[in-house]
């Protein structure tokens, strides 16, 4: 593999979109940089991607934990001396709870899950920042979700997490603008992983991981600022988005609700449809 490959950087890349993520980039011969806490199952990715996990002009393994800040920061600073900077940044890893304020447990699942998907976010894209600026050129790529675009209820946490992710998303993006550096947010309707295996509600337009991976690298090509994969989830988001509030809150609480921390039974209560897509009967 030749040195100039360009350098793909994926958090959350052991499982679900990140795996399929990273196993798109591969397939276009690009040299991957792969985070996740379970190093056994990035080992098994590469190989699964045709790659030698040993060989390392061809792909990092970083098995660490992403809210450890200093750890992520110390293998950025590695991987932009060894490699150089990145044309793609992605912040895919995240956690999806159902949270129940009135039980004291779940304000420190709450906080977890802003520190994932948020904090975390934001500090694998922060040490690329300058070095893509210098450069003029590259994408800075959060996955947020539909789910950013109201309340849902006994969401608040993920709901919460994924609304300030777009925000400084934006903020990101209009600030350089001028630097020609791209910042991309991707908002993801339902893509059938581990994340949403519990769900116990109807999952409209669910995707597999590798046509969202496929849609979702044509748009980091395109560098578009914001887009929404399935499109069909993209005009519900933006129904959900203008739908006045009193409407909102009379609907929305009929929707199923993401079970709590380790109240999720895989598959249980799915409907027949979803379960059938996930391969199951
Ligand atoms: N699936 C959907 O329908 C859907 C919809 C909208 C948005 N999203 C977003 O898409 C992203 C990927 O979700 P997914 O569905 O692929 O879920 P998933 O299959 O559960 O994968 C989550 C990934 O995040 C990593 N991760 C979680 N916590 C981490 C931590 N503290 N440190 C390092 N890595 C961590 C996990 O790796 P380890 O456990 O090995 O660390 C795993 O690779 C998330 O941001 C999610 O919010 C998903």
């Not at 910042?183 to 993801?188: A, L």
Request: glycine share 8%; hydrophobic share 50%.
């Amino acid at each position: 593999m030749t040195q100039a490959a360009p350098i793909v950087l994926l958090t959350g890349a052991s499982s679900g979109l990140g795996a399929a993520l990273a196993a798109a980039y591969a397939a276009r011969g690009w040299r991957l940089a792969l985070v996740a806490r379970r190093g056994e199952l990035l080992q098994q990715l590469a190989r699964d991607c045709g790659l030698d996990p040993d060989d390392t002009d061809r792909v990092r393994l970083i098995a660490l934990d992403v809210r450890d800040t200093a750890a992520l920061h110390a293998a950025a600073a590695t991987l932009l001396h060894d490699w150089g900077c990145p044309q793609v940044v992605i912040a895919n890893a995240g956690i999806s709870h159902g949270v129940d304020l009135a039980q004291e447990a779940d304000l420190d699942v709450a906080m977890d899950i802003m520190d994932v998907n948020w904090g975390a976010a934001l500090a694998t894209l922060a040490p690329f920042i300058a070095p893509m600026r210098a450069r003029g050129s590259g994408a800075l790529v959060g996955i947020a979700s539909v789910a950013g675009v109201r309340g849902l209820p006994c969401h608040a946490a993920y709901c919460a997490s994924k609304a300030a992710l777009i925000r400084s998303l934006e903020s990101l993006r209009v600030e350089l603008r001028p630097s020609g550096v791209k910042v991309v947010t991707i908002s993801p309707g339902y893509v059938a992983t581990a994340m949403t295996a519990g769900n116990r509600f109807r999952m409209p337009f669910l995707l597999t991981p590798e046509v969202f991976a496929q849609r979702a690298v044509r748009a980091i090509d395109a560098g578009r600022a914001y887009a929404t994969i399935p499109w069909q989830m993209a005009v519900l988001s933006k129904f959900l988005h203008v739908v006045p509030r009193a409407i909102f809150d009379r609907y929305a609480g009929r929707y199923g609700r993401k079970p709590r921390k380790d109240a999720c039974a895989p598959c249980q209560g799915m409907t027949r449809r979803n379960r059938i897509r996930r391969g199951g009967r």
